[in-house]
């Protein structure tokens, strides 16, 4: 493919060399934290005309409300707030709240004429508050681009009595992600993050996208691409194994692999250990703060999550470390201080 000689962005080196002296701490969730402001409608929709960097946007037949990727437009000093908490807390890499930004995520709300504006402002949030937080006590950040994994899969039909159908095509996920990935560098992202792959045909059309973007820009940028195992039989959703799915991706050449979401820490455990002695390449792990309640909470404290997380680094199953669902500042900074005795996995030749 062209991608190969295309030459790598400098940010490469720079996370190359920092990963090989140390764990480096990915932030928490964004989702939690956006719970915790008790917004309301018109907090999300901005009273029904949104304001993106290219143009005004409407949706006044869609109620926005829990289309937490919207706030990088209507709320972004609320945003760019929680990624500083994450940074100060010691996250070296911030996640862009972008993870349902694609057409066909934001069709649920009308908005798909927004992505450009929603990936671009999404991206620009997260390096303000990178940059606040360096200018307060001089440690580089690094803005990762969250590419989620969209509300449908290429791979399984949603229709039973139809084995054949698909809701979406290839080609059509390839579009959807390279729209996104196209704002999220045109916004100042440091790195891809392909992440909750619960479909690996998805995830080759966001690897498909994300290296037309580069062939565009005259350079790579880092991916990291993170799947997620959905139950107990250690499986993602189309069926791969956690081996399986590193050789699935693993043409991509990403600067990490590794495992996020739907388990917490302990459930992970044997996943991410898997990854870890196949891959040759970083890996990386942020596991939800348990399962979830009744509620749909997750109950799991700062120090059980680190206690948990600490145990992968001190056993050298990762280079780097976060949290997902159900985790906050307060966690991310006990994970943070969990890892710090500890080397980082060394990459297998």
């Not at 979406?168 to 790195?191: H, N, P």
Request: some cysteine; proline content about 5%; hydrophobic content about 40%.
């Amino acid at each position: 493919m062209k991608d190969m000689v295309l030459p790598e962005a400098p940010v490469y080196d720079e996370l190359r060399k920092l990963a090989a002296e140390r764990i480096l701490i990915l932030d928490g969730a964004m989702g939690t934290m956006i719970q915790t402001l008790g917004l309301s409608e018109e907090d999300y929709s901005g009273g029904g005309h949104i304001h993106g960097p290219s143009c005004r946007h409407h949706h006044t037949d869609h109620p926005q409300k829990g289309n937490n990727d919207l706030l990088v437009l209507t709320k972004p000093d609320a945003i760019e707030d929680i990624h500083y908490q994450f940074a100060m807390a010691g996250a070296d890499i911030l996640e862009t709240n972008t993870f349902s930004g694609t057409t066909i995520a934001q069709a649920d709300y009308g908005l798909e004429d927004a992505i450009h504006d929603l990936s671009v402002a999404g991206a620009q949030v997260a390096r303000r508050a990178a940059e606040r937080a360096q200018a307060a006590d001089g440690k580089r950040r690094f803005v990762a681009g969250a590419v989620g994994p969209t509300n449908r899969t290429a791979s399984i039909s949603p229709d039973v009595n139809d084995p054949g159908f698909r809701a979406v095509t290839f080609d059509q996920l390839r579009r959807a992600y390279g729209q996104q990935i196209d704002g999220l560098i045109e916004g100042g992202a440091d790195i891809i993050l392909i992440e909750t792959i619960f479909d690996t045909l998805n995830a080759k059309a966001a690897i498909f996208a994300a290296n037309e973007a580069f062939e565009k820009i005259g350079h790579r940028l880092p991916l990291m691409i993170s799947g997620t195992i959905t139950d107990a039989s250690g499986r993602t959703l189309s069926g791969q194994t956690p081996t399986a799915f590193w050789h699935s991706v693993a043409h991509a050449r990403p600067f990490t692999v590794g495992l996020n979401c739907a388990l917490g820490a302990e459930a992970m455990r044997p996943h991410i250990a898997e990854i870890a002695g196949v891959a040759d390449t970083f890996t990386c792990a942020y596991p939800n703060a348990g399962l979830p309640n009744a509620f749909g909470g997750y109950d799991e404290t700062p120090e059980q999550t680190a206690a948990q997380v600490g145990g992968f680094a001190r056993d050298g199953l990762v280079n780097v470390v976060g949290g997902c669902c159900g985790t906050t500042p307060d966690h991310i900074r006990a994970i943070a201080e969990a890892v710090a005795p500890f080397a980082p996995r060394k990459v297998p030749a």
